[in-house]
T-cell receptor
Framework: AAGVIQSPRHLIKEKRETATLKCYPIPRHDTVYWYQQGPGQDPQFLISFYEKMQSDKGSIPDRFSAQQFSDYHSELNMSSLELGDSALYFC???????????????FGEGSRLTVL | AQKVTQAQTEISVVEKEDVTLDCVYETRDTTYYLFWYKQPPSGELVFLIRRNSFDEQNEISGRYSWNFQKSTSSFNFTITASQVVDSAVYFCALRGGTGRRALTFGSGTRLQVQP
């Protein structure tokens, strides 16, 4: 079965550069969540989208932005990168629109960003 | 607000020992979901179990078992006869049935199983 696809899996950037992470949800899933996991930390919720609209916002820095496109894939754009942005970024998807939603999120394998 | 507490930061056991990972949660939602995830050194989040708030039945899956008690707001995870491959960070997580639907994770418990 198709899973959540994240790209790139690894990314190395310099301070003050920009980076874009992509997430392709499971087909027919309408909701995407982004999480940031720093070294030794638990995943922190950044932002989510439902049916291409932002549905909830967590601890996403102002330097970051995200959107969900018409094909339901999502992109997380990070600008003016800082050393502290080095983390594992997870995307998760959900089939929320259906009445029989089970409440389960499906996680991708993550994108590891290293800022030098 | 939702909160998940995993008081055990790190646990070390010897192979074949049983080990229980504790999880205590707080939520005002009457409907909610609880999860356990395993994160091996490779970094991916491996889904282990989801439990609905209205289903307090304990569950066993092979060497894994979960004890959900609403009265104490706990959702503990036991590994029986631990193996070296069980070494990982384990996260307990909570999501509400309404309002914020994103998962709230606990701080994780690092389990080291020594041979």
């Amino acid at each position: 079965a198709a899973g959540v696809i994240q790209s790139p899996r690894h990314l190395i950037k310099e301070k003050r550069e920009t980076a874009t992470l992509k997430c392709y949800p499971i087909p027919r899933h309408d909701t995407v969540y982004w999480y940031q996991q720093g070294p030794g930390q638990d995943p922190q919720f950044l932002i989510s989208f439902y049916e291409k609209m932002q549905s909830d916002k967590g601890s996403i820095p102002d330097r970051f932005s995200a959107q969900q496109f018409s094909d339901y894939h999502s992109e997380l754009n990070m600008s003016s990168l800082e050393l502290g942005d080095s983390a594992l970024y997870f995307c998760a998807s959900e089939d929320r629109g259906r009445l029989r939603s089970t409440g389960e999120l499906f996680f991708g394998e993550g994108s590891r960003l290293t800022v030098l | 607000a939702q909160k998940v507490t995993q008081a055990q930061t790190e646990i070390s056991v010897v192979e074949k020992e049983d080990v229980t990972l504790d999880c205590v949660y707080e939520t005002r939602d009457t409907t909610y979901y609880l999860f356990w995830y395993k994160q091996p050194p490779s970094g991916e989040l491996v889904f282990l179990i989801r439990r609905n708030s209205f289903d307090e039945q304990n569950e066993i899956s092979g060497r894994y078992s979960w004890n959900f008690q609403k009265s104490t707001s706990s959702f503990n995870f036991t590994i029986t006869a631990s193996q070296v491959v069980d070494s990982a960070v384990y996260f307990c997580a909570l999501r509400g049935g309404t309002g914020r639907r994103a998962l709230t994770f606990g701080s994780g418990t690092r389990l080291q199983v020594q041979p």
